[in-house]
């Protein structure tokens, strides 16, 4: 067989392969000419990866799962989530042997959803729950979208901690990080495969790269999670850092677990791709104290215009029209209680030249000694479609920004994880603002329940969700955004070429 067709072979696989679908048609004389647009079908399948929680032995987990209904995909379907052990790896790996096979059955998942369309939810206690492995395929592919919410009632990291779980990728940037004395800050990576990862772990701060000790050529095993304490890695104590996580070889989920001894904690995901303007949305309109942290990757300094979309438009703080990040650096300011009393959305644009950063904010809720902290990283826009799960009836508040043009945005509430009916309603969000809107809530509702955005028009819209708890005084919190869920795929259409087998 000549090389041509082995190639021709080859990619057809490929696009299957990456697709789960391909057509080959032959073309007839009044088509064969005309190029075909690429068509948006439902994704097959979808990997999740959920960081170990905790581990306080006072730490309360909920596991919440939901995937939207999709037109377009197969009837059936499965997802769970399962401990990510060295027994499931071995399962995996030598599923010939019977021991593997009854480490397999022990094996069992956290949530197991039963339809799309409803949310499905597991609860684990104390201090040793594992990290989680989540696989969707069919129906439950498109959109999966899994949250892990922990109560911590004392302690360090004392509050509410919550992560939207990720999919597995090769780089990621979390600008936010800390090694001073009250920050115990560990990177979570998770990998899902049946081989080994290996992964480097780089530190930036006010001075540029922090010299770091066994942070090159960290190995993590297949089917397995490593917490990486980061004051392990350098001697330096700095307040604002960025963590670059950059994979040699195979893929991981990363995620940034930031606990403070008197200001609580939370989660920090992974700032959206380096890029010229950034938007962090959803600052709760109570915050007391706001903190931003920026880093620029490449060679080039960065001079951002800061401003903040509000309720009626983007205004200037005062004091800190601009921050300026020296390249390979972080730079970071306190911007204090910027909102005023009203929800709103930072807003990172170039002054001049455009030069990528990452960024995120800390926000502070409450005073004193009843303080609670999280972390809200820039994001990319909502895109076609965004969920957020494991909301209640109450505490739960949605924050939608509409950075360059008025937007229209439907959100809908899901069904509840144990019963009550779906329901809908449509926001105009006027340029320049962040709008802090009124939820619809399934009627009947019984357990929790999921949003999802649904942009109506072009222009780019960005989300965060806010869940609430408060526990003996302290107001707890978490903020989660909502980038595109990746539930389709563009497929072309392929059509065969029996010219290519003649070359």
């Given at each position: 067989m000549n090389r041509t067709t082995l190639s021709l072979i080859a990619g057809t696989a490929a696009l299957a392969a990456v697709t789960g679908f391909a057509t080959l048609n032959q073309p007839d004389a009044a088509t064969a000419d005309t190029a075909q647009a690429a068509a948006e079908l439902p994704v097959e399948r979808t990997s999740l990866l959920c960081p170990s929680p905790s581990t306080s032995d006072l730490a309360d987990t909920s596991y919440t799962s939901f995937t939207p209904v999709t037109k377009g995909t197969d009837a059936d379907g499965t997802a769970e989530l399962v401990a990510a052990t060295a027994e499931s790896a071995a399962a995996t790996t030598d599923k010939a042997s019977d021991k593997a096979t009854d480490k397999k059955k022990a094996t069992k998942p956290v949530v197991t959803p039963k339809a799309p369309g409803t949310p499905a939810v597991g609860d684990t206690s104390g201090g040793e729950t594992p990290a989680l492995l989540g696989t969707a395929e069919g129906k439950f592919a498109p959109g999966w979208t899994v949250q892990e919410t922990t109560e911590v009632t004392a302690g360090s990291g004392r509050g509410l901690q919550g992560v939207t779980c990720t999919a597995p990728d090769t780089e990621f940037w979390f600008p936010g990080v800390s090694t001073v004395a009250d920050r115990t800050d560990y990177v979570h990576l998770t990998n899902p495969d049946d081989s080994a990862a290996v992964a480097d772990i780089e530190l930036y701060g006010k001075d540029g790269a922090l010299q770091t000790t066994v942070g090159e050529g960290i190995t993590i095993p297949a089917h397995s999670s490593e917490p990486i304490l980061l004051s392990t890695l350098t001697g330096e104590k700095q307040e604002d850092?960025?963590?670059?996580?950059?994979?040699?070889?195979?893929?991981?989920?990363?995620?940034?677990?930031?606990?403070?001894?008197?200001?609580?904690?939370?989660?920090?995901?992974?700032?959206?791709?380096?890029?010229?303007?950034?938007?962090?949305?959803?600052?709760?309109?109570?915050?007391?104290?706001?903190?931003?942290?920026?880093?620029?990757?490449?060679?080039?300094?960065?001079?951002?215009?800061?401003?903040?979309?509000?309720?009626?438009?983007?205004?200037?703080?005062?004091?800190?029209?601009?921050?300026?990040?020296?390249?390979?650096?972080?730079?970071?300011?306190?911007?204090?209680?910027?909102?005023?009393?009203?929800?709103?959305?930072?807003?990172?644009?170039?002054?001049?030249?455009?030069?990528?950063?990452?960024?995120?904010?800390?926000?502070?809720?409450?005073?004193?000694?009843?303080?609670?902290?999280?972390?809200?990283?820039?994001?990319?826009?909502?895109?076609?479609?965004?969920?957020?799960?494991?909301?209640?009836?109450?505490?739960?508040?949605?924050?939608?920004?509409?950075?360059?043009?008025?937007?229209?945005?439907?959100?809908?509430?899901?069904?509840?994880?144990?019963?009550?009916?779906?329901?809908?309603?449509?926001?105009?969000?006027?340029?320049?603002?962040?709008?802090?809107?009124?939820?619809?809530?399934?009627?009947?509702?019984?357990?929790?329940?999921?949003?999802?955005?649904?942009?109506?028009?072009?222009?780019?819209?960005?989300?965060?969700?806010?869940?609430?708890?408060?526990?003996?005084?302290?107001?707890?919190?978490?903020?989660?955004?909502?980038?595109?869920?990746?539930?389709?795929?563009?497929v072309p259409e392929a059509d065969e070429d029996v010219a290519v087998l003649q070359k």
């Amino acid at each position: 067989m000549n090389r041509t067709t082995l190639s021709l072979i080859a990619g057809t696989a490929a696009l299957a392969a990456v697709t789960g679908f391909a057509t080959l048609n032959q073309p007839d004389a009044a088509t064969a000419d005309t190029a075909q647009a690429a068509a948006e079908l439902p994704v097959e399948r979808t990997s999740l990866l959920c960081p170990s929680p905790s581990t306080s032995d006072l730490a309360d987990t909920s596991y919440t799962s939901f995937t939207p209904v999709t037109k377009g995909t197969d009837a059936d379907g499965t997802a769970e989530l399962v401990a990510a052990t060295a027994e499931s790896a071995a399962a995996t790996t030598d599923k010939a042997s019977d021991k593997a096979t009854d480490k397999k059955k022990a094996t069992k998942p956290v949530v197991t959803p039963k339809a799309p369309g409803t949310p499905a939810v597991g609860d684990t206690s104390g201090g040793e729950t594992p990290a989680l492995l989540g696989t969707a395929e069919g129906k439950f592919a498109p959109g999966w979208t899994v949250q892990e919410t922990t109560e911590v009632t004392a302690g360090s990291g004392r509050g509410l901690q919550g992560v939207t779980c990720t999919a597995p990728d090769t780089e990621f940037w979390f600008p936010g990080v800390s090694t001073v004395a009250d920050r115990t800050d560990y990177v979570h990576l998770t990998n899902p495969d049946d081989s080994a990862a290996v992964a480097d772990i780089e530190l930036y701060g006010k001075d540029g790269a922090l010299q770091t000790t066994v942070g090159e050529g960290i190995t993590i095993p297949a089917h397995s999670s490593e917490p990486i304490l980061l004051s392990t890695l350098t001697g330096e104590k700095q307040e604002d850092l960025t963590v670059h996580v950059n994979v040699r070889s195979g893929r991981v989920g990363a995620a940034v677990q930031a606990l403070d001894e008197k200001l609580g904690g939370d989660w920090l995901a992974a700032s959206t791709d380096p890029a010229g303007t950034q938007v962090v949305p959803g600052i709760p309109k109570d915050a007391t104290a706001v903190r931003l942290i920026a880093y620029a990757p490449g060679d080039a300094d960065a001079d951002l215009k800061v401003q903040l979309a509000s309720p009626s438009g983007l205004i200037t703080p005062a004091g800190h029209e601009t921050l300026h990040v020296k390249a390979g650096m972080t730079a970071s300011v306190d911007l204090g209680d910027v909102t005023r009393g009203e929800a709103g959305s930072l807003v990172l644009t170039p002054t001049d030249r455009s030069v990528p950063v990452v960024a995120a904010v800390r926000v502070l809720r409450g005073k004193g000694d009843r303080q609670e902290s999280a972390f809200i990283t820039a994001t990319a826009p909502v895109g076609t479609r965004a969920s957020a799960v494991g909301n209640s009836a109450k505490g739960s508040t949605l924050s939608l920004t509409a950075p360059k043009s008025t937007a229209k945005v439907k959100v809908t509430a899901s069904a509840g994880s144990g019963g009550g009916t779906a329901a809908s309603q449509t926001y105009t969000v006027k340029a320049g603002t962040t709008q802090e809107v009124e939820l619809p809530v399934p009627a009947g509702l019984k357990g929790t329940y999921a949003l999802t955005v649904e942009p109506l028009t072009d222009t780019p819209v960005y989300a965060s969700r806010t869940l609430t708890a408060t526990t003996e005084g302290v107001p707890g919190f978490t903020i989660q955004t909502l980038p595109d869920d990746r539930g389709t795929v563009a497929v072309p259409e392929a059509d065969e070429d029996v010219a290519v087998l003649q070359k």
